[in-house]
C-alpha cells in the first residue's frame, strides 16, 4: 500500500521549535520531489517547502525562509521539516506530498498549534 504518514506535530509555545517526519511506506521516494504544505483553518493549503530527489533544489514560501529546514534520507524514505521560532500564524494541519509516477500522494496531515 501506497502511503506517506506524518508524525511530530503537537502544541509548541511563540518561540518554540517542532520537527516534523514524514514517512513513505510502499515506494521508494528518492527519485521524487517531496513536499510539505500546510492548511490553516478557513485558508487554502499552501505550499510551504520543497525538495529534490537528491536534495539538489530546495525552496520554501517567504513566511517561513530563515525559519523553517526541510531535508530528507532516502534511505529511511522519510522526508522531514524543521520548524524554528514557531509564531502562532504557522498553526496549521501540516501535510506531506509527493508524486508517484504521476500522481499526487498525500499524508493524513499533522496538528501544528502555536499558542501560549
Known amino acids: 500500500q501506497v502511503q506517506l504518514v506524518e508524525s511530530g506535530g503537537g502544541l509548541v509555545q511563540p518561540g518554540g521549535s517542532l520537527r516534523l517526519s514524514c514517512r513513505a511506506s510502499?515506494?521508494?521516494?528518492?527519485?521524487?520531489?517531496m513536499n510539505w504544505y500546510r492548511q490553516a483553518p478557513g485558508k487554502e493549503r499552501e505550499l510551504v517547502a520543497s525538495?529534490?530527489?537528491?536534495?539538489?533544489?530546495?525552496d520554501y514560501a517567504d513566511s517561513v525562509k530563515g525559519r523553517f529546514t526541510i531535508s530528507r534520507d532516502n534511505p529511511k524514505s522519510t522526508v522531514y521539516l524543521q520548524m524554528n521560532n514557531l509564531k502562532p500564524e504557522d498553526t496549521a494541519v501540516y501535510y506531506c506530498?509527493?508524486?508517484?509516477?504521476?500522481?499526487?500522494?498525500w499524508g493524513q496531515g499533522t496538528q501544528v498549534t502555536v499558542s501560549s
Open positions: 506530498n509527493g508524486k508517484r509516477l504521476g500522481v499526487d500522494v
Open positions: 525538495i529534490s530527489g537528491g536534495s539538489q533544489y530546495i
Open positions: 510502499g515506494w521508494f521516494i528518492g527519485a521524487s520531489g
